[in-house]
């Protein structure tokens, strides 16, 4: 049962242009969700992070836009440059019950940002 | 010098053989993970720890333990590799407290091959 869905596997997008990436959620107790970034050859880097008890968090180009009742997020970076493309993993955890230290990863979504 | 440093970063083995991968880091964190990534799959938690005296398994445990010998070193063994262990193997520290989110910080990468 995959808990973190990234339904689409790649995007392409033109530099300057807005990427969108979307990850959605079944567990209801995720209280905290998370992007990382990863490029070939390294590790995962943490990129943005954001709290079920907001909706909204922003740091420079980077925007990660939460609806609770649909299950869903999204990162948008605005605007894209080539230095973005990597793959983009979603990852939640809960907030409670003891295993709020345990992040559930996405499958990841591959953005190429095009000069 | 990296944060979290992995090695080997690459390794060939037979089926059979006893492989460890070991990691070191310089945060200062006391938690520490082992995560492997597969082709088209999301990291999944193979174990982790809290502190010296506090391991844990993950949701993919079977075939695999763990060592952590000090709280800046924890290594994973494969006592027994087998080729459905090929996979890109991560660590990862944090200083979560149980509280907000848990911002993980990986290290490069080991990845392993079992013929």
């Known amino acids: 049962d995959q808990q973190v869905k990234q339904n689409s596997p790649s995007l392409s997008v033109q530099e300057g242009r807005i990427s969108i990436l979307n990850c959605d959620y079944t567990n209801s107790m995720f209280d905290y969700f998370l992007w990382y970034k990863k490029y070939p050859a390294e590790g995962p880097t943490f990129l943005i992070s954001?709290?079920?008890?907001?909706d909204k968090n922003e740091d420079g180009r980077f925007t990660v836009f939460l609806n609770k009742s649909a299950k869903h997020l999204s990162l948008h970076i605005v605007p894209s440059q080539p230095g973005d493309s990597a793959v983009y993993f979603c990852?939640?955890?809960?907030?409670?019950?003891?295993?709020?230290?345990?992040?559930?990863f996405g499958k990841g979504t591959l953005l190429t940002v095009n000069p | 010098d990296a944060d979290v440093t992995q090695t080997p970063r690459n390794r060939i083995t037979k089926t059979g053989k006893r492989i460890m991968l070991e990691c070191s880091q310089t945060?200062?964190?006391?938690?520490m993970y082992w995560y492997r990534q597969d082709p088209g799959l999301g990291l999944r938690l193979i174990y982790y720890?809290?502190?010296?005296?506090?391991?844990n398994k993950g949701e993919i445990s079977d075939g695999y333990s763990v060592s952590r010998q000090a709280q800046a070193k924890f290594s994973l063994s494969l006592e027994s590799a087998i080729p459905n262990q090929t996979a890109l193997y991560f660590c990862?520290?944090?200083?979560?407290?149980?509280?907000?989110?848990?911002?993980?910080?990986f290290g490069a990468g080991s990845r392993l091959t079992v013929l």
């Open positions: 990852a939640a955890s809960p907030n409670s019950g003891g295993s709020n230290y345990k992040l559930t």
């Open positions: 990862a520290t944090s200083d979560f407290q149980g509280t907000g989110a848990n911002v993980l910080t």
């Open positions: 945060k200062g964190h006391d938690r």
């Open positions: 720890s809290f502190d010296v005296k506090d391991i």
């Open positions: 954001i709290s079920s008890i907001k």
